[in-house]
């Protein structure tokens, strides 16, 4: 596996880590939270930074986590998506600091295939890699896993160990197939924001976001969404834009956007068609808005999704 080692310093910024890969072997490594780091990684409580993607998840819970300005408490099931540059840190409760159990997964973009997005494009061209910047907190991102898929995720993390330290055979396509499983199950969360809701007691919120799930493709306003929860248009805003930061038209389009690069990915449907599907009747509307919202168009995330 590849190590990651300290750039430096800035004048009063924290450390910053990078990925040193090994040639030949796939820039994916693993390490076991809540035990003692492997050669080369960063001390588990001071603040340091890293140019490569990571993807955090907690078998147990226990202390707390700084990502960026704020502070997320530790608890069983948590996944945290760490975007390149995204300060991280323990917090200061010593006593509770080794409590937290778990796996951390680092690696780099362009393990995925020579057809992933450059940073150019902050890979928010590519359907899988685009959760770790579309998320709060300057692209950090907490979701939960379902107390029945825990297992699974714990049991595909420790055969992505497994496969990483013996190299057997084949291990390289293993590897591959391990952290993309990963990954597909990370999209899948992330766009499983009403049960989010409903599990943290956002009652309203899970109401709004149901509606939208359901009329989505069709050409639903701010209006349509405050008459169905008996709000008005103006304190709907207001709500949903304090509670999540985002508008509600921001959400309908972040729906219809989430339904479109699945359909560009898994389907062989024209983009007028697609835009079609997802409530844009305007072709050149929907793919300027595409464009606007992913720095590619629908034409380059196709090709950019596909094997």
């Not at 159990?101 to 995925?112: D, M």
């Not at 950090?140 to 057997?168: F, G, I, M, N, Y």
């Not at 390289?172 to 199950?185: F, K, Q, T």
């Amino acid at each position: 596996m590849g190590t990651t080692r300290m750039l430096g310093r800035g004048d009063d910024g924290p450390p910053v880590y990078t990925y040193e890969a090994v040639p030949g072997v796939p820039p994916v490594s693993t390490i076991r939270f809540g035990r003692k780091l492997p050669p080369g990684g960063p001390p588990p409580s001071h603040a340091h930074s890293h140019d490569f993607l990571v993807l955090a998840y907690f078998e147990r819970g226990g202390g707390s986590m700084w990502l960026g300005d704020r502070e997320w408490q530790i608890e069983e099931g948590d996944v945290y998506l760490i975007a390149p540059g995204e300060v991280v840190g323990v917090g200061d409760d010593e006593s509770s600091r080794h409590k937290a159990e778990g796996w951390g997964v680092f690696f780099l973009p362009e393990v995925l295939g020579p057809r992933t997005p450059s940073a150019f494009l902050s890979w928010r061209a590519h359907p899988l890699l685009f959760p770790f910047v579309r998320g709060a907190a300057g692209g950090t991102q907490r979701l939960k896993v379902p107390p029945a898929e825990r297992r699974p995720w714990s049991e595909r993390l420790s055969a992505l160990d497994l496969e990483l330290s013996q190299r057997q055979d084949g291990y390289r396509e293993a590897v591959l197939a391990h952290l993309m499983l990963l990954l597909v199950g990370v999209s899948r969360l992330a766009v499983d924001v009403v049960g989010e809701l409903r599990l943290n007691d956002e009652p309203l919120l899970a109401e709004v976001f149901a509606f939208i799930e359901e009329r989505y493709r069709e050409r639903i306003s701010l209006k349509d969404v405050a008459r169905a929860v008996s709000l008005s248009p103006g304190h709907l805003t207001t709500v949903v834009r304090r509670k999540t930061g985002r508008t509600v038209q921001e959400w309908i389009a972040e729906r219809r956007m989430a339904e479109a690069r699945r359909l560009l990915v898994q389907t062989d449907l024209a983009v007028e068609e697609v835009g079609r599907s997802v409530g844009y009747g305007d072709a050149s509307y929907f793919v300027r808005l595409f464009r606007s919202t992913h720095g590619a168009t629908p034409l380059g995330w196709r090709r950019a999704g596909r094997p």
